[in-house]
């Protein structure tokens, strides 16, 4: 896949077929984007699980917080990820070693890894790259 730039239909089917989103770096404090975005996916209607280890047994947006992807108990259809690119490598190996995938891996604005990219889509896990669901909703679905 070229990361530089996604076709809408590509995008928009992401957003449709997704029920269930792991918010990996959801922050308890509103003036951070990832606090902001878990609020817009929760209002659309999408479960959103956040992921902190510093705040593992807390809520966000009243959702109890988990500290690794591993303790997620069901099934999550999107890892979408706040945090730096320099992350992401480890993430996608984490997310490899689930005992279910996700269909897909969002990073967020700014978080961009080629290899890793490809290391997920190597086991059928689609991939977007700095991008914002947030963003992208509104401009696809309305």
């Known amino acids: 896949m070229n990361h530089d730039a996604y076709p809408d239909h590509y995008l928009a089917?992401?957003?449709?077929e997704t029920k269930t989103i792991?918010?990996?770096?959801?922050?308890?404090?509103?003036?951070?984007?990832?606090?902001?975005?878990?609020?817009f996916l929760l209002r659309k209607?999408?479960?959103?699980?956040?992921?902190?280890?510093?705040?593992?047994?807390?809520?966000?947006?009243?959702?109890?917080?988990?500290?690794?992807l591993a303790?997620?108990?069901?099934?999550?259809?999107?890892?979408?990820?706040?945090?730096?690119?320099?992350?992401?490598?480890?993430l996608v190996d984490e997310i490899l070693?689930?005992?279910r995938l996700p269909k897909v891996i969002w990073g967020q604005l700014s978080v961009r890894g080629d290899k890793a990219a490809a290391k997920a889509e190597a086991a059928d896990i689609k991939v977007v790259m700095d991008r914002c669901p947030a963003i992208e909703y509104p401009r696809l679905i309305g």
């Not at 089917?13 to 449709?16: D, G, K, P």
């Not at 918010?23 to 609020?39: D, F, I, Q, T, W």
């Not at 997620?72 to 259809?77: F, N, Q």
């Open 71 to 90: 303790d997620i108990a069901e099934p999550i259809d999107m890892v979408d990820v706040f945090r730096s690119p320099a992350a992401l490598p480890a």
């Open 13 to 16: 089917e992401i957003l449709r």
């Open 45 to 68: 209607g999408y479960r959103v699980i956040p992921v902190n280890p510093g705040q593992a047994g807390r809520t966000i947006h009243d959702q109890p917080v988990v500290a690794r």
């Open 97 to 99: 070693a689930l005992p």
């Open 22 to 39: 792991a918010l990996v770096g959801a922050s308890p404090k509103p003036e951070r984007p990832s606090h902001r975005v878990m609020a």
